[in-house]
């Protein structure tokens, strides 16, 4: 018996019945996910309740300090090479300030590199700003011209940092054909992909899955921690994937890929 290796596949703690396993991948279309999801998605939620290896402020300790933050989780249920069932686990967009921890899987790209174009032009924006408000301090009409052109220079910059961002997310499906996410939205006419789109958790999830040879089984989200007060989002329930920022990815992703909605 070979053992598995991948630091990202997870076993499940109790015995799967070959009754439970799908033959296609199941995607949520209400709210209730497939059973292996719930399973997988309980024992992750044991890890975030218990982990003692980062620390994040979802709202749900009184004493924690720092920003509240909820998160969506999702779990995607494979078979491994080894014939294995078990569950790949990721988050949205990052996690205690970072995109890279244990039992979760990477990042489409990782933006938080040292010295990547990311931090060295929010530096640019930052100095940018420091500027305009200096001159606003100063006297506004004698600056109003330089004050007018520094926001011009920055939202250009802040343009072309974003589709820069965008130019380095590629996206596989189980076909191994890779499309970038902004040939993804406007071949489905949709606008410009809209800011965090291929941060979703899903993406990441099946990204991971086809690029090590895991066949998808059953994926679903879930929120974890306090709502923002604009959402409904609320902790510890299952949500479809978002039309908004994933909608056309997971057109490609799952392109070569039998599925269906449960």
């Given at each position: 018996?070979?053992?598995?290796?991948?630091?990202?596949?997870?076993?499940?703690?109790?015995?799967?019945?070959?009754?439970?396993?799908?033959?296609?991948?199941?995607?949520?279309?209400?709210?209730?996910?497939?059973?292996?999801?719930?399973?997988?998605?309980?024992?992750?939620?044991?890890?975030?309740?218990?982990?003692?290896?980062?620390?994040?402020?979802?709202?749900?300790?009184?004493?924690?300090?720092?920003?509240?933050?909820?998160?969506?989780?999702?779990v995607?249920?494979?078979?491994?090479?080894?014939?294995?069932i078990?569950?790949?686990?990721a988050?949205?967009?990052k996690?205690?300030?970072?995109?890279?921890?244990?039992?979760?899987?990477p990042?489409?790209?990782?933006?938080?590199?040292?010295?990547?174009f990311l931090?060295n032009?929010?530096?640019?924006?930052?100095?940018?700003n420091q500027?305009?408000?200096?001159?606003?301090?100063g006297?506004?009409f004698?600056?109003?011209?330089?004050?007018i052109?520094?926001?011009?220079?920055r939202?250009?910059n802040?343009?072309?940092?974003?589709l820069?961002?965008?130019?380095?997310?590629?996206?596989?499906?189980?076909?191994?054909r890779?499309?970038?996410?902004?040939?993804?939205?406007?071949?489905?006419?949709?606008?410009?992909?809209?800011a965090?789109?291929?941060?979703?958790?899903?993406?990441?999830?099946?990204?991971?899955?086809?690029?090590?040879?895991?066949?998808?089984?059953?994926?679903?989200?879930?929120?974890?921690?306090l709502?923002?007060?604009?959402?409904?989002?609320?902790?510890?329930?299952?949500?479809?994937?978002?039309k908004?920022?994933?909608e056309?990815?997971?057109?490609?992703?799952?392109?070569?890929?039998?599925?269906?909605?449960?």
């Amino acid at each position: 018996m070979k053992l598995n290796l991948d630091p990202f596949f997870t076993s499940f703690n109790e015995s799967i019945s070959e009754n439970f396993v799908p033959s296609k991948l199941i995607l949520m279309q209400g709210n209730e996910p497939h059973l292996l999801c719930k399973i997988a998605a309980s024992q992750l939620q044991n890890h975030l309740e218990n982990q003692q290896e980062w620390n994040h402020n979802f709202g749900l300790e009184n004493e924690k300090k720092g920003t509240v933050i909820g998160k969506m989780f999702g779990v995607l249920v494979v078979k491994n090479q080894q014939n294995e069932i078990g569950y790949l686990a990721a988050f949205s967009g990052k996690l205690a300030g970072g995109n890279h921890h244990a039992k979760f899987v990477p990042p489409i790209f990782d933006l938080l590199t040292n010295n990547s174009f990311l931090n060295n032009g929010m530096i640019e924006l930052s100095r940018i700003n420091q500027e305009i408000k200096m001159l606003k301090e100063g006297k506004p009409f004698a600056f109003e011209q330089q004050i007018i052109q520094l926001k011009a220079l920055r939202k250009m910059n802040s343009i072309s940092l974003q589709l820069q961002i965008f130019e380095n997310y590629h996206f596989v499906n189980e076909g191994g054909r890779t499309q970038n996410i902004l040939s993804l939205f406007k071949n489905a006419s949709f606008k410009n992909p809209p800011a965090g789109a291929g941060e979703c958790a899903a993406p990441k999830l099946l990204q991971y899955a086809f690029k090590n040879h895991m066949k998808p089984l059953a994926l679903a989200e879930f929120w974890w921690g306090l709502s923002p007060k604009s959402e409904l989002w609320k902790h510890g329930s299952f949500y479809a994937c978002c039309k908004e920022k994933c909608e056309p990815i997971l057109a490609h992703m799952l392109a070569e890929t039998s599925y269906e909605m449960n």
